[in-house]
C-alpha cells in the first residue's frame, strides 16, 4: 500500500483509539452507572438539597470566575499588545502562573494569605470578613485557577490583527471607547466568547484550590466536584455518578457551545478571505 495513503490512517486509527479509550469510554460509564438503579434514583441524587446547594456555589464561582476574569483578560491584552512599558515581560509571565502552579499549592497559599496564621486574621476577624472555608474564599480560588485563559486568547489575536486600524481612528479624532467598540472589539469577539466558555468550563470543574480552601461544609462550601467526592467516599456510588453526569452534561454543552462559536468564526474568516 501506499506509503501516502496508510500512514494517514493509522494515525487517525490511532487517534480515534486514543479517544475513545480515554475520552469516550469513561463518559459512557458515568452516565451508565449514573441511571443504573432507574430514573428515579438519578433525579433524586440530582435534585438532593445539598446537590443544588452545590450547584447554585458552582455557578457563582464560575459567574464570578468569567465576569473578573475577563475584565482582566481585556485590560491586560490591551495593555501587553498596545503599549511599551518597563515590566512588560513580567506581566506577560506572570499571567501564566496558574498554568504552572498546582492548583493545590494555590489552594495553600490563600490559607496562608488569609487564613488564621496570616497577619491579616486580625484585621478580617474583628470586621467579620470570612475568606477561608467561606464562598469568597472558593471564588478567588477559582478565579486564580482560570486566570490565564482569556488573556491568552486574546492576546496572540491582538497582537496579528495589528494596530492600524487603531491608529489611524485616534489620527481622526476618535476616542479610547469609540475605538474599542467600532474596530478593535469587532475583531476580537469570537476570541472572547471562545475564552469566556474555556473560562467556565475550566472553573465548573475546579477541584484541587476549591479543596483545600472550602473545608468541606456540606451544604455551604461544597461545589458540586466536591459533592461528588464525598458522595463516593462515602460508598454512595449511585448518587455520586448521578452528579458527575450533571457536571458531565454542563461540560458536553459548554464544549458545544465552543464548538458552534468556532464554526461560525471560521465561516466568517472565510467570508471575509472572498
Not at 483509539?17 to 441511571?35: I, N, R, T
Not at 468541606?216 to 458522595?231: M, Y
Not at 448518587?239 to 454543552?253: I, K, Y
Amino acid at each position: 500500500m501506499n506509503k501516502e495513503i496508510w500512514i494517514p490512517r493509522l494515525l487517525t486509527a490511532v487517534s480515534i483509539a486514543f479517544v475513545l479509550l480515554m475520552l469516550v469510554l469513561p463518559l459512557v460509564v458515568v452516565l451508565a452507572e449514573a441511571f443504573r438503579s432507574g430514573l428515579e434514583v438519578f433525579l433524586r441524587a440530582a435534585t438532593d438539597i445539598y446537590t443544588l446547594k452545590a450547584l447554585r456555589l458552582t455557578l457563582t464561582a464560575t459567574a464570578a470566575a468569567v465576569l473578573l476574569n475577563t475584565l482582566f483578560g481585556l485590560t491586560a491584552a490591551w495593555a501587553v499588545t498596545r503599549f511599551s512599558f518597563r515590566g512588560k515581560g513580567v506581566l506577560s509571565t506572570l499571567i501564566d502562573i496558574p498554568f504552572a502552579v498546582s492548583p493545590v499549592i494555590a489552594g495553600l497559599v490563600f490559607i496562608l494569605v488569609f487564613g488564621r496564621i496570616s497577619p491579616l486574621h486580625p484585621f478580617l476577624e474583628a470586621h467579620n470578613i470570612k475568606v477561608v472555608f467561606a464562598e469568597p474564599g472558593i471564588i478567588l480560588a477559582t478565579v486564580f485557577v482560570t486566570f490565564p485563559f482569556v488573556a491568552r486568547e486574546l492576546i496572540p489575536t491582538l497582537e496579528a490583527r495589528g494596530t492600524d486600524e487603531e491608529q489611524a481612528a485616534a489620527l481622526m479624532g476618535a476616542g479610547f471607547f469609540t475605538i474599542f467598540r467600532k474596530i478593535t472589539f469587532p475583531h476580537i469577539r469570537w476570541a472572547l466568547l471562545y475564552s469566556v466558555i474555556l473560562c467556565a468550563a475550566r472553573a465548573m470543574g475546579e477541584f484541587g484550590a476549591v479543596s483545600v480552601v472550602s473545608g468541606h461544609l456540606r451544604g455551604k462550601t461544597n461545589t458540586l466536584p466536591l459533592h461528588v467526592e464525598i458522595l463516593y467516599s462515602e460508598y454512595q456510588f449511585t448518587a455520586a455518578f448521578a452528579v458527575s453526569a450533571v457536571l458531565v452534561a454542563a461540560a458536553v454543552l459548554i464544549l458545544t457551545a465552543r464548538n458552534i462559536v468556532e464554526h461560525i468564526a471560521h465561516k466568517e474568516d472565510d467570508l471575509n478571505v472572498r
